[in-house]
Each structure stands twice: as C-alpha cells, then as structure tokens.
C-alpha cells in the first residue's frame, strides 16, 4: 500500500480520533492490531475528505460505507422499552422511535439512539477492504453500537483497534432492555466493554 502524505493543511481539518474514558483507553491494542481510521458525523463530510484525496478511501467509499453503517445501525443498536431509558443512556434527545417496529419488522414498540455518523476503517493493507461501523450518543462521547468503544468526537482520524470494526449482536426483533435489564449491565456498553477488555488482553503486542 503506498503512503501517502497528506499537507499540513489536510491535517490540521482533522482532529485526532481519540478514545474517551478510561475504562475504554485500557482496551487499546497492541500497535500490530490497529487499522487506519476515519470517523464522520455525515455523508456530506465525507464526500468533502474524499474529494480532497490522498486518503484510504474514495467518494465511492464514502457512499457505500455510509449506507452499510445505516443498515448495520438499524439491526444493531441497542433497543430500549422507553425513551425516556434510552436518553439515560445517550442523552438528550439522542433517541428516538424504533423504525424496524414502525415497519412491521418486529422488536415492538420500541426506542433506539439516532445515528450520529460514522466511522470507516482501512484493511487494505492486510488483504481486507474498507468496513464501516455507525455511531451513537453516549454520555461520554461516542460509541458504536456493541458500546465496546467510545470516542471523544464523532469527527476525526486516527488509528484504532481492529476489534472496534467487529459487528455488534443483532437486536432486531428482540425485546427491548427494560430498565432492570440497562441496571444490570451497568449501563450501556457496560457488560461488551467487559467482555472486549478479555479478549483484547489475550492479544499479544
């Protein structure tokens, strides 16, 4: 893969992609493990980037990603029984109605946090492509939907885990967390942030 040096200019329209949190930071992999990323909070921004070039990605890229994070967005997100609950978990109108149960495709009556842009990352170094994992509001930050990854922003460039491209479980179709259940957890991205934190350890670096 050729490296590219993007001017001074190009870089200083990109804040660093940092992690947010301690308990998120411990879960930084070795450097063999990371990937080239990018994180956007729309389509249109990305289109931008891209147009400027010397990037992993193209105008293509943007679109097909973009589209592949609203679908992944919509099977995997978590689902909550209020939205009052869901904006305990990711604030302040960051919430609303479920569109798979509006559509007849199951979940029930249900609420979800918004889609608030994206983030894409490069494996075309290792044989891969490029693969894409939609963003949500959290307290904190950002995350994407699995909760085993937060962000200060949801605009930026950086390096990141691979793990962080791993596709959440599906909860289309499942009941929605009731607040018992979001206790339990100890809140959202609680019980994945702990189960990512073991395998992420086992890794060597």
């Known amino acids: 893969m050729t490296t590219r040096k993007p001017s001074t200019l ?33 389509l249109d921004s990305c289109l931008a980037a891209a147009k400027e070039g010397g990037l992993f990605f193209t105008e293509e890229d943007c679109q097909t990603q973009f ?3 609203q679908q992944e967005h919509l099977e995997t997100a978590p689902r909550y029984e209020s939205q009052e609950l869901c904006e305990q978990e990711h604030g302040p109108g960051a919430c609303g109605t479920d569109p798979a149960a509006q559509q007849n495709q199951g979940g029930g009556f249900s609420f979800m946090p918004l889609l608030v842009g994206y983030m894409m990352g490069s494996m075309l170094s290792r044989g891969g492509g490029i693969f894409s994992q939609p963003m949500v509001r959290t307290p904190n930050g950002y995350s ?31 009941p929605p967390m009731s607040a018992t259940q979001v206790a339990q957890r100890g809140g959202f991205g609680a019980s994945s942030t702990a189960r990512t934190g073991a395998g992420t350890r086992s890794v060597g670096g």
């Open 10 to 42: 190009k870089r200083s329209r990109h804040v660093a992609l940092v992690l947010a949190g301690a308990a998120v930071l411990s879960l930084s992999a070795c450097e063999d493990d990371q990937v080239e990323a990018q994180a956007f909070p729309d």
């Open 67 to 69: 589209a592949a994070a």
């Open 144 to 174: 994407t939907p699995s909760g085993n990854q937060t962000f200060a922003s949801n605009r930026g460039a950086g390096r990141v885990p691979s793990s962080t491209f791993t596709r959440a479980p599906s909860t289309i179709g499942k």
